[in-house]
């Protein structure tokens, strides 16, 4: 695809957004995820939203026509700005599919219990809009998400303290606050839990890849 055919493209969609993502958000803030009846899924699939009451933000993953060689994701943040959702960033990119299934871990396909994906992030705009005048860029908030893709071992999983359950087909985006760092936040924690209760694997802050995949790793090299 040309770059002036991609511009154009890229606007197009941008505009189609402007009109859905409103309306997207108030679902996903009041009804919890779920497809709405009025929205075709081969078109726009809403694939995973994650609220943080508590913070006031939260972020929305949705593929713009899943399986098929034009898919692409979109991921947007929003924050409550005094008693308004609103959005205040995301970002988009071409690895749009979704996988048919579920998978175990160590199938070809989904090599660790949690998979790292995509994230995005910036400072919080409420933040901003309370703070007219912040001291200095340290003390405004970080508000970052990922992508996650998470095996069929996962009932649930924990990041920080706050439990966020996992959609059918494994693939959810999370949304967190922290400080800022200057450049960026720090992703808290994630933990993969079993239907039995126990921990399965987890991704710390700075991790690339969960602890389950170190350990098959170091098994592999040590053999």
Known sequence: ???????????????WMQIILP??????????????GWLPGRWLTLVSGDIDRDAGIGAVWLVWRPRSSKAVTHTALIERCGEKWQYT????????DLPAERLAAGQPGQVGIIE????????????RLQHRHPDFIG?????????????????????GDRRIEVPAHGRLIVVWKSPSTGRVGIRPSIVAVGRD?????????????????????SGEAEQ
């Open 1 to 15: 695809m040309s770059i002036r055919a991609e511009l154009r493209r890229m606007r197009r969609m941008d505009r």
């Open 23 to 36: 309306r997207m958000i108030r679902r996903v803030v009041d009804n919890g995820v779920s497809q709405p």
């Open 89 to 96: 960033g995301g970002g988009s990119g071409s690895d749009g």
């Open 116 to 127: 790292l994906g995509g994230g995005s992030g910036g400072l919080s705009h409420a933040y």
């Open 139 to 159: 003390t405004i908030p970080w508000v970052g998400s990922n992508e996650l893709q998470v095996a069929a071992e996962v009932d649930h999983l924990l990041l």
């Open 197 to 217: 209760g126990s921990e399965l694997s987890r991704i710390g802050p700075h991790d690339s890849m969960d602890s389950y995949t170190w350990a098959r790793l």
